[in-house]
C-alpha cells in the first residue's frame, strides 16, 4: 500500500517541479530582455529614435539638435497638453535620396480610469531631410513636439 501512496506524491513533486522551472524561465526573459537595440545614427530611423527618446526624457536641448533650422523656427512654442508618449514603435522607413519618411506607432499612458491605468496609440510621420550630409527632423508627429524654449516635463 505505500507503494500507490508514493505514486501520486512523485507525480505532484513533477509537476510542481515543471511549474517552478517555467516561472523561472519567464521571469529570466523578462528580467534580461534588456534595453532596445540602439539604431545607427546615420539613419533616419536613427535619428528618429534618438530625438524621440530624448523628448520622452524631458531633454529638449538634445532634441532640438535633431530639428532643422525650419522645423525649430515654426514650433512657435506650441506643444500639445496631455502626458508624454510611454514610448514609440518603429513601423516602416522610406528613404530617398536626400529626403525619408519614418512612420511610428506613439504610444501613450494614462492613469486612472474605471479599470486602471490605460493605454492608447496612434500613427505618426516623421519627416527628414539630408542637410550637409546629415539627417534631420523636418517635420514631427504632434505627440513629440519640441519647441526651443520650452520643458517637455509637465
Known amino acids: 500500500m505505500n507503494v500507490a501512496a508514493g505514486k501520486p506524491d512523485r507525480v505532484l513533486l513533477v509537476i510542481v517541479s515543471v511549474i517552478a522551472l517555467l516561472v523561472i ?16 545614427e546615420a539613419t533616419p530611423p536613427g535619428v528618429v529614435q534618438r530625438y524621440s527618446t530624448a523628448v520622452i526624457d524631458g531633454d529638449t536641448a538634445t532634441a532640438n539638435s535633431y530639428l532643422t533650422q525650419v522645423a525649430r523656427s515654426s514650433c512657435s ?3 500639445e497638453s496631455g502626458p508624454l508618449p510611454a514610448r514609440v514603435v518603429l513601423i516602416s522607413t522610406t528613404e530617398r535620396e536626400n529626403t525619408a519618411l519614418v512612420n511610428v506607432s506613439v504610444v501613450t499612458s494614462s492613469p486612472g480610469g474605471p479599470f486602471g491605468p490605460s493605454e492608447y496609440d496612434a500613427e505618426g510621420r516623421f519627416s ?14 504632434y505627440q513629440l513636439m519640441s519647441c526651443p ?5 509637465p
Open 25 to 40: 524561465v519567464a521571469l529570466s526573459v523578462v528580467f534580461t530582455r534588456g534595453e532596445p537595440e540602439v539604431l545607427d
Open 128 to 141: 527628414l531631410v539630408k542637410v550637409d550630409g546629415k539627417w534631420l527632423i523636418d517635420q514631427a508627429p
Open 149 to 153: 524654449g520650452t520643458s517637455l516635463k
Open 77 to 79: 512654442g506650441y506643444r
